[in-house]
């Protein structure tokens, strides 16, 4: 079907754990790239603009994860089909999942930039953003929604890329996009005196570059994965099979958001220096999260590929690696982080208070945090062998629903911080116990019916 290219991964023969950490290690590495545009936007803006500019930029995260992460939810949808159809060695239909799922890219792209502009002051006021901070909040928020075609770009052709086991190259689009963004941040907050402005115009613009090497890389792609921008179109049954993975998927994403902005709101009520705290913490987060979210991409691209060529026996076996990845990734990560937590935190501000304020989030949150990672692992294989909609169904139960009655009746009863994030390690440990019942059900399921193509969610 395909000439072989020495980028790629074997995901239906070999090790397992090797090719695993093959796969999973620099998609790791690239997302911590992508972090470190945020990080570097923080730490610049927190040492030298002062709270408020750290606050301005903090109080947009949750909701740019909520506008965002539906459509990037269609990226592993666009994933989850091609490798299915590259493991069965369908060259063509692996050539029309490629040039609908960037048909669908581009036009989510467009849209979500616009809804982005339009929103921006209403949705932060929705969000109870403190007064002193929202000019900023709404500046930051709209130069970044013009970048967003750019974020939909590189994550659906990472996505196409990943699915045929080469995740090399958008690591090293990162590597250099990062190290871009970072420059540009120092250049237009020190030299230029922009500040809020500046480090959302380094952001988008580094974007802009990852976007744009990953385009002109995927069309000279000598694999079946190779994209013509003539052949960019819509085409029916792959569309709705994209959608049938990716919106569940994006929705899931937008379940956690929606509790993050819950969450985040509350925290609002607590006043700016609670909120500079959580930002930096939210951050930190975001490496952790990192460091488990490769085996979670590892999970439902080997699943999928190894689904499609009729390997149901492999697939068990991958998902007890990737679980075991998590686990290890996550777990240690959190541990060093709970120990140095007054260190690490002094990077993001050197305000005792801002400090304090993150500490707290730090000892309630990060000791099950790797939990949160084990239910990516177990959603990603759910998706690889066809179930969608279940994963969606756990995490609206276990992660929206309990925050929100957690915080209107737990939390409305003890107003502090620690009830407030105890809302997180509860959720997550539920919604594992219903993830991981569902998928053995799931897995019993395609043994028992073995020339199933795709499972009914």
Same mark, same amino acid.
């Given at each position: 079907m395909k000439k072989k290219n020495v980028a790629t991964i074997e995901m239906c023969n070999g090790p397992i754990f090797k090719n695993v950490l093959l796969f999973a290690v620099p998609i790791i590495i690239g997302n911590l790239m992508q972090i470190l545009f945020s990080a570097a936007d923080m730490v610049i803006v927190g040492n030298f603009a002062g709270e408020n500019a750290l606050a301005a930029v903090g109080a947009n995260i949750s909701f740019i994860y909520l506008i965002v992460n539906l459509f990037v939810g269609l990226s592993i949808g666009a994933n989850i089909v091609t490798a299915r159809y590259y493991g069965a060695q369908n060259k063509e239909e692996v050539e029309e999942t490629v040039h609908c799922s960037m048909a669908i890219c581009l036009v989510c792209g467009f849209f979500l930039a616009i809804m982005g502009v339009a929103v921006a002051r209403v949705s932060l006021e929705l969000l109870g953003t403190p007064e002193t901070v929202i000019n900023d909040a709404v500046t930051y928020l709209r130069i970044c929604a013009l970048g967003f075609p750019f974020t939909l770009i590189f994550n659906f052709i990472r996505a196409i890329m990943n699915a045929e086991g080469d995740t090399r190259f958008p690591l090293t689009c990162l590597i250099l996009a990062g190290g871009t963004n970072i420059v540009l941040d120092l250049l237009f907050v020190l030299a230029?005196?922009?500040?809020?402005?500046?480090?959302?115009?380094?952001?988008?613009?580094?974007?802009?570059?990852?976007?744009?090497?990953?385009?002109?890389?995927?069309?000279?792609?000598?694999?079946?994965?190779?994209?013509?921008?003539?052949?960019?179109?819509?085409?029916?049954?792959?569309?709705?099979?994209?959608?049938?993975?990716?919106?569940?998927?994006?929705?899931?994403?937008?379940?956690?958001?929606?509790?993050?902005?819950?969450? =985040?709101? &509350? !925290?609002?009520?607590? #006043?700016? +220096?609670?909120?500079?705290?959580?930002?930096?913490?939210?951050? @930190?987060? /975001?490496?952790?999260?990192?460091?488990?979210?490769?085996?979670?991409?590892?999970?439902?691209?080997?699943?999928?590929?190894?689904?499609?060529?009729?390997?149901?026996?492999?697939?068990?076996?991958?998902?007890?690696?990737?679980?075991?990845?998590?686990?290890?990734?996550?777990?240690?990560?959190?541990?060093?982080?709970?120990?140095?937590?007054?260190?690490?935190?002094?990077?993001?501000?050197? =305000?005792? &208070? !801002?400090?304090?304020? #993150?500490? +707290?989030?730090?000892?309630?949150?990060?000791?099950?945090?790797? @939990?949160? /990672?084990?239910?990516?692992?177990?959603?990603?294989?759910?998706?690889?062998?066809?179930?969608?909609?279940?994963?969606?169904?756990?995490?609206?139960?276990?992660?929206?629903?309990?925050?929100?009655?957690?915080?209107?009746?737990?939390?409305?009863?003890?107003?502090?911080?620690?009830?407030?994030?105890?809302?997180?390690?509860?959720?997550?440990?539920?919604?594992?116990?219903?993830?991981?019942?569902?998928?053995?059900?799931?897995?019993?399921?395609?043994?028992?019916?073995?020339?199933?193509?795709?499972?009914?969610s």
């Amino acid at each position: 079907m395909k000439k072989k290219n020495v980028a790629t991964i074997e995901m239906c023969n070999g090790p397992i754990f090797k090719n695993v950490l093959l796969f999973a290690v620099p998609i790791i590495i690239g997302n911590l790239m992508q972090i470190l545009f945020s990080a570097a936007d923080m730490v610049i803006v927190g040492n030298f603009a002062g709270e408020n500019a750290l606050a301005a930029v903090g109080a947009n995260i949750s909701f740019i994860y909520l506008i965002v992460n539906l459509f990037v939810g269609l990226s592993i949808g666009a994933n989850i089909v091609t490798a299915r159809y590259y493991g069965a060695q369908n060259k063509e239909e692996v050539e029309e999942t490629v040039h609908c799922s960037m048909a669908i890219c581009l036009v989510c792209g467009f849209f979500l930039a616009i809804m982005g502009v339009a929103v921006a002051r209403v949705s932060l006021e929705l969000l109870g953003t403190p007064e002193t901070v929202i000019n900023d909040a709404v500046t930051y928020l709209r130069i970044c929604a013009l970048g967003f075609p750019f974020t939909l770009i590189f994550n659906f052709i990472r996505a196409i890329m990943n699915a045929e086991g080469d995740t090399r190259f958008p690591l090293t689009c990162l590597i250099l996009a990062g190290g871009t963004n970072i420059v540009l941040d120092l250049l237009f907050v020190l030299a230029f005196h922009l500040d809020v402005p500046g480090v959302a115009l380094a952001t988008v613009l580094s974007n802009g570059l990852a976007a744009a090497l990953m385009t002109i890389h995927l069309c000279r792609k000598p694999t079946a994965i190779n994209l013509q921008i003539r052949n960019i179109r819509f085409i029916k049954s792959k569309f709705f099979e994209i959608i049938k993975v990716g919106l569940p998927a994006g929705l899931q994403g937008v379940a956690f958001s929606i509790s993050n902005v819950i969450v =985040q709101n &509350a !925290v609002n009520s607590f #006043g700016s +220096i609670v909120v500079a705290g959580n930002t930096a913490v939210i951050n @930190l987060e /975001g490496f952790l999260y990192q460091a488990m979210y490769g085996f979670y991409q590892a999970s439902g691209t080997f699943v999928s590929q190894n689904y499609g060529a009729k390997k149901y026996a492999r697939i068990k076996r991958v998902l007890g690696v990737c679980l075991l990845c998590a686990f290890v990734s996550g777990f240690g990560l959190s541990l060093i982080s709970i120990v140095f937590r007054r260190g690490v935190l002094g990077f993001y501000s050197q =305000q005792e &208070a !801002v400090i304090a304020a #993150g500490v +707290i989030r730090i000892l309630v949150v990060f000791p099950l945090y790797c @939990l949160c /990672g084990l239910n990516d692992v177990l959603s990603g294989a759910m998706r690889g062998i066809g179930y969608s909609t279940v994963p969606l169904i756990i995490s609206l139960l276990g992660a929206c629903v309990l925050r929100v009655v957690w915080i209107f009746t737990v939390f409305s009863v003890q107003h502090t911080l620690v009830v407030l994030y105890l809302s997180y390690p509860v959720s997550w440990a539920l919604t594992f116990v219903l993830h991981f019942a569902a998928f053995h059900a799931g897995y019993k399921k395609l043994r028992k019916n073995e020339s199933a193509w795709y499972g009914s969610s």
